[in-house]
């Protein structure tokens, strides 16, 4: 089966920066992404980590442990157009298992 | 360069009719996905597509079928509609038919079904 666990909600000051945790427990594995979705929109691609080690493209980071289940994202200077959720999804074969998402709120 | 586009936008049906969603993926994509998002949810994965044929199936029941034609556009197929699939439902695309790489699934706007 498939188990991937990331917190609900998490709020943020622009400007700061949240890191987004997401743990995972699945059959297969062959690499670990990370889309953000605004609310009514389709998710868009942000990163992408299928070693162990950190990916960094521009404002958001995202660390990959294989050996212990775990991925966060980064995000950095926080923008007002960062609220949206952020998915953490496990590719197995061909299909890709996706965490509830997590809101990120960013306040002025 | 159009990305994926769906349709309709917006559905409303009843319980136990029959719907077809309709998925045309970005240009130079060969790979379609169908993914169903509950209310508050992430994507759940149905099933994905290549050179026409199912090639692997998330937990849904048969009540869901699909298709992908020879300009690799697809339809998703959901007879006797429950209340319980109502829900946000996405097409993805990609190029080739690897699982390796950055591989980058492009969605949708989804469409928006309703039963009542």
């Known amino acids: 089966g498939q188990n991937i666990d990331q917190p609900t909600e998490m709020t943020a000051t622009e400007g700061a920066i949240v890191q987004i945790n997401c743990t995972y427990q699945?059959?297969?594995?062959?690499?670990l992404f990370w889309y953000q979705q605004h609310a009514g929109e389709a998710p868009t691609f942000l990163s992408y980590?299928?070693?162990?080690g950190l990916e960094e493209k521009g404002r958001f980071s995202s660390f990959l442990s294989r050996s212990k289940g775990y991925s966060y994202l980064l995000l950095k200077e926080l923008q007002m157009k960062d609220s949206a959720s952020y998915l953490c999804?496990?590719?197995?074969?061909?299909?890709?298992?996706f965490g509830a998402g997590t809101t990120v709120t960013v306040r002025a | 360069d159009a990305g994926v586009t769906q349709s309709p936008t917006h559905l409303i049906k009843t319980r136990g009719q029959q719907v077809t969603l309709r998925c045309s993926p970005k240009?130079?994509?060969?790979?379609v996905s169908w993914y169903q998002q509950a209310l508050g949810q992430g994507p759940q994965f149905i099933f994905q597509?290549?050179?026409?044929?199912?090639?692997q199936r998330g937990n849904f029941p048969d009540r869901f079928s699909g298709h992908q034609f020879p300009n690799y556009s697809s339809e998703l197929n959901v007879n006797a509609l429950l209340l319980g699939d109502s829900a946000l439902y996405l097409c993805?695309?990609?190029?080739?038919?690897?699982?390796?790489?950055?591989?980058?699934?492009?969605f949708g706007p989804g469409t928006r079904l309703t039963v009542l």
């Open positions: 597509y290549y050179e026409e044929e199912e090639r």
């Open positions: 240009s130079g994509h060969d790979t």
């Open positions: 699945t059959s297969g594995f062959n690499g």
């Open positions: 980590n299928v070693l162990d």
């Open positions: 999804a496990v590719r197995n074969d061909y299909k890709l298992s």
């Open positions: 993805a695309s990609k190029r080739g038919a690897g699982t390796l790489g950055t591989d980058t699934q492009y």
